[in-house]
């Protein structure tokens, strides 16, 4: 078996309040492997951005990560000093930001913010730089007479593709995108997904891919975790999971959003709202608003569990290598229709 | 370009409508310089006298209209007529030789100030909550809200009159004359130590806190976490990133301040007897020294005027959001 590009262990990251401190990403595991595209999924705040921002460890304060292994390569970046770190970035991993608008600097010419990354990492003269300027950006699809305009004069889509441009610059065998397509409208979006579904066959990165958008995600990962309130609660392969969801959550999770192409079914919410981080359930942290909950669920935490297919599960429903189809029983219980 | 004319149309506009107060406002004002003598003298003049000295003065009867194309016209010119107060001297010379002094001690001040407050803001920021940023502000604040003429005063009397260790008035030591020599040099400069310092003192607080806020600002935005995970060097996120962003409105207000650098030391060169503008705009008041008033109104409407222009220049390299408006 070969070894995972990407293998994060155990990480934690807390955000250090005045009134305690919240676990965001409580010891989440994960691996990808060289070529994979691994999705993370899960709403808002439940700690996929952060996880992304601590594999680059460019957190802001107040978030902290106290404890794991993130290994790239073999080698755990959380034991990099300064000086590694500015190497490791970007030539290693580079990241698509959220918002496209706001993670350009607005006072730099497009072709300078792609040139000052190739600079900062390797030594490059100035024409040269700006000769592979070029090159990224008709790679992209972006005129290349455009690297002297100012981000304020590309449109929300353009501006996405020179940040992509800028992420491809070091040719880095993997790439971050936090919801790159989020603030894009759908036409948009589809070009966009459909222009990294080929950059990705061209260049051979790993994708860690950042969404809440399930069918998106579905379509464009290899593997896909759920996350729930700072846990990965379920991993699967994209072909099997929405198929035969095998934690409670998942299963709410999809039948919260209507399919396009597949069976008509029942639009069902998920009850409840995600816990209060300052002080999580002692058990399994979806308990409270679980349908099929049980008496241990909320003294002890499940840990992700193989169920076998390359599947993982942190649910005390399954056992090890023994999963259990959920959809009847969630069927079957009382659970809120919208 | 277009840019540019449209902004020099606007200071053409600007400037052609505070002349015109400019000459109107004075006139507003009762009385008049030949007739406030008059009263001085109380009746020892006979009204030949008065007419005589209206002459000299440039005062006239004639419609006004007439005086605002008379105006006009020796404006554009140069020639501002007579100065009362300093009598004979032509107002132009009066502001000549006054207005160097306000332009080294003002641009000197205020450039240091600026200068220091927004690298110890950026520093401020860049360490937040580390020393420089817990220890200066409220320091600075402190400096800062001392009412400023008590502060100069007691720098004064510490420094120049008790201590003894820097000169008491006037902007170089008695007996030299304006020369290029080091002797000169270093005169101008220690006598510039205490009025300079003492405007520094006070302002340099609002630099700072306003470029450290602003960078504050900055740093929280998405672009300052692109370029940290670009593997750019610190020295590079600091300056190319988030100082170059979070300066902006530092510089607008830099521009504001530095128009006002001609009339802002008054209260400065009347407690250092610092022979500059300011001062001369005080005798000019005190003695309805109409002509020396409009000089000096037009020359700082004037230093407004070009320094916003500068301003607009500097931000067109800043700023490139503003060159397509």
Known sequence: MTEPLLDVRDLRVEYKALRGSVRAVNDVSFQIMPGEVYGLAGESGCGKSTIALSILRVLNPPAVITGGQVLFKGRDVLDMNDDQLEQFRWSEVAMVFQSAMNSLNPVMRIGDQIADAIQAHERVSDKDAEERSVELLKVVGIDPNRRRAYPHELSGGMRQRAVIAIALSLNPPMLIMDEPTTALDVVVQQEIMMQLRELKEQFGFSVLFITHDLSLLVEFSDRIGIMYAGDIVEEAPSSQLFDDPQHPYTWGLMHSFPLVHGPRMALTGIPGSPPDLLSPPPGCRFAPRCSLVMPQCSTSRPLLTPTGNRRNVACYLHEQGRPVTISPLMESRGTVTV | ?325
């Open chain 2, 1 to 325: 370009m277009r840019f540019i004319l449209r902004r020099l149309g606007f200071y053409a506009l600007a400037f052609w409508a505070s002349i015109t107060l400019n000459f109107f406002l004075p006139r507003l004002m009762p009385g008049d310089p030949a007739s406030a003598m008059f009263a001085r003298f109380q009746g020892r003049l006979d009204p030949a006298t008065i007419d005589a000295m209206r002459a000299a003065y440039g005062l006239s009867d004639a419609p006004l209209w007439r005086q605002y194309l008379t105006y006009l016209q020796s404006v554009l010119t140069g020639d501002f007529g007579l100065s009362i107060s300093y009598f004979p001297s032509p107002v132009i010379d009066v502001i000549r030789t006054s207005m160097w002094w306000t332009v080294v001690l003002g641009s000197v001040a205020l450039l240091l100030s600026f200068t220091i407050g927004t690298v110890l803001g950026i520093f401020g920021a860049w360490r937040r909550s580390g020393w420089v940023d817990s220890v200066l502000p409220p320091m600075l604040l402190f400096t800062g809200s001392f009412p400023y003429f008590w502060l100069a005063t007691l720098a004064l009397f510490l420094l120049g009159f008790k201590y003894d260790l820097l000169p008491l008035r006037h902007a170089y030591q008695a007996g030299l004359s304006p020369e290029l020599s080091w002797e000169f040099f270093r005169s101008v400069l220690t006598h510039l130590i205490m009025p300079a310092g003492t405007i520094i003192l006070v302002s340099i607080g609002g630099w700072m806190l306003g470029m450290r806020n602003a960078m504050i600002s900055v740093l929280s935005e998405d672009y300052i976490t692109m370029a940290d995970a670009k593997g750019l060097s610190d020295r590079r996120v600091m300056f190319s990133y988030a100082a170059r962003n979070a300066m902006l409105p530092s510089v607008t207000a830099f521009g504001m301040a530095l128009g006002f650098v001609i009339s802002g030391a008054l209260v400065t060169e009347t407690v250092f007897s610092y022979p500059g503008l300011g001062w001369s705009l005080l005798t000019a008041v005190r003695q309805l020294d109409y002509p020396l008033m409009q000089g000096i109104f037009l020359m700082i409407t004037l230093a407004v005027l070009v320094a916003n222009f500068i301003v607009d220049l500097i931000y067109l390299r800043l700023d490139p959001r503003v060159r397509t408006g």
